[in-house]
């Protein structure tokens, strides 16, 4: 358990919407980008209030690490930043995918930020260039 507070239902639910914003993303990868970033796009943010008992962004995240476990084949960064933002945003955090590119040698990588600050962890910002924020 990553606090007290945190009961089984809850650490559950976190858990099984962490696994299914995974595999939608997988899925959505195999039709490209612009369906992942449309998917991403058009999520919306839970309007519930969050109260002392919604799980943290911590927790959160966590759920979705230990969701990866159970995926079969190898996450890339564009899916882990889109399925953790849609994961955050039905918990009611305003989160965002942030996709950036190193020109040279190029390369392009996507993270979570939370309150303007990427989150850490497998898949955090290095210095890239941002080009978009969904």
């Not at 559950?12 to 997988?26: E, S, T, V, W």
């Not at 998917?39 to 919604?54: E, H, I, M, Y």
């Not at 305003?94 to 962890?121: C, K, N, Q, T």
Request: hydrophobic share 45%; aromatic share 14%.
């Amino acid at each position: 358990m990553s606090n007290n507070r945190d009961s089984l239902p809850e650490m559950l639910r976190a858990f099984l919407r962490a696994y299914y914003y995974l595999i939608i993303a997988h899925i959505l990868l195999w039709r490209g980008f612009p369906a992942i970033h449309r998917f991403v796009a058009q999520f919306p943010t839970s309007p519930l209030s969050r109260t002392a008992r919604s799980p943290s962004t911590r927790t959160l995240i966590q759920r979705l690490n230990f969701a990866l476990i159970f995926i079969p084949k190898q996450t890339y960064c564009l899916v882990y930043a889109a399925a953790g933002t849609c994961l955050l945003r039905s918990f009611g955090i305003r989160a965002l995918m942030v996709i950036g590119v190193y020109p040279s040698p190029f390369s392009a990588h996507s993270w979570i930020e939370v309150d303007g600050a990427p989150l850490p962890g497998p898949f955090a910002s290095g210095r890239y260039l941002v080009i978009d924020r969904v």
